[in-house]
């Protein structure tokens, strides 16, 4: 959290730079929000294997209209946010900051995609697909976890 010295307003950098740590009920609301957002997965079949593959054959445009939806949604709220200066709930001011294009995202992308593809999972349907039971999925979650940690360890050799 920074300090504006001219008008000292508290800007919010990032959520994860907060120096507070949650505890115990604090972390309640994240599960809320998190199955929440699992029930709506669900419901709107998200997270089916067979939508996701109908969507790599171009065969349905059901994930086509909700991935859509999602990025209409995004741009609106952050000019939304840039516009009002919109502070967060503890009155610190929302700054998104320009983000730098590398040719690694189009790599990195490439190979999500063909995760996504092979898989019928990306990280916010995975946990919602174990969550309804598909527990063949836990597979993927070691994957992606692997992945995760594998990337992190090479981050620097890698073309970013």
Not at 8 to 16: G, Q
Not at 79 to 105: D, S
Not at 116 to 145: D, E, K, N, R
């Amino acid at each position: 959290m920074q300090v504006l010295e001219k008008d000292k307003e508290f800007i919010c950098d990032a959520p994860n730079s907060e120096k507070k740590e949650e505890r115990g009920l604090e972390l309640l609301k994240y599960l809320i929000i998190g199955v929440i957002f699992g029930i709506v997965f669900v419901k709107a079949e998200i997270i089916s294997w067979y939508r996701i593959q109908e969507m790599f054959r171009l065969q349905s445009f059901h994930m086509y209209g909700v991935i859509g939806s999602a990025v209409v949604t995004g741009v609106i709220s952050v000019q939304i946010i840039k516009r009002f200066k919109l502070k967060t709930i503890k009155g610190e001011l929302v700054q998104i900051p320009n983000k730098v294009f590398r040719k690694g995202q189009i790599i990195g992308g490439f190979i999500f995609g063909l995760g996504w593809a092979i898989t019928g999972a990306c990280p916010g349907p995975l946990f919602a697909q174990i969550g309804s039971g598909y527990t063949v999925v836990l597979v993927t979650l070691m994957s992606a976890l692997a992945g995760t940690w594998v990337y992190g360890k090479f981050a620097d050799k890698l073309p970013n």
